[in-house]
């Protein structure tokens, strides 16, 4: 896990046209069998899409929030779940590491 002191949060507004995707994978969540939780992050960026265009979500970025909702704790389907649930504007808190906030 990053540490406090180096995080750096942002706020990434990513827009879409309805029924699209947001244009970013993600990895990690908590398993229920496990005894720690993996924290959810970017994995892969599609070229073109609503994630690349906007410039701001990395790979390896940590989803801290979407939409307001703390991911800290959820499983990975819980995690895809709730960025699909979204309409064609999403909110997320995201953690990047450091030197690849530029």
């Known amino acids: 896990k990053l540490p406090r002191s180096l ?3 942002k706020t990434v507004i990513l827009h879409r046209r309805d029924g699209t995707s947001w244009g970013f ?3 990690g ?3 229920p069998g496990a005894d720690r939780t993996e924290p959810v992050h970017v994995l892969f ?3 073109e899409s609503p ?3 906007d410039g701001k979500l990395k790979c390896g970025d940590r989803l ?3 939409d307001g909702q703390s991911l800290e704790t959820v499983t990975h ?3 895809v779940t709730m960025l699909k649930q979204t309409s064609t504007r999403v ?3 995201v953690v990047s590491w450091m030197g690849t906030e530029l």
């Open 77 to 79: 389907s819980t995690a």
């Open 91 to 93: 909110v997320m808190e």
């Open 45 to 47: 960026v599609v070229p």
């Open 25 to 27: 994978s993600i990895v």
């Open 29 to 31: 969540g908590s398993d």
């Open 7 to 9: 995080q750096y949060p």
């Open 51 to 53: 994630a690349a265009k």
């Open 64 to 66: 801290l929030a979407v």
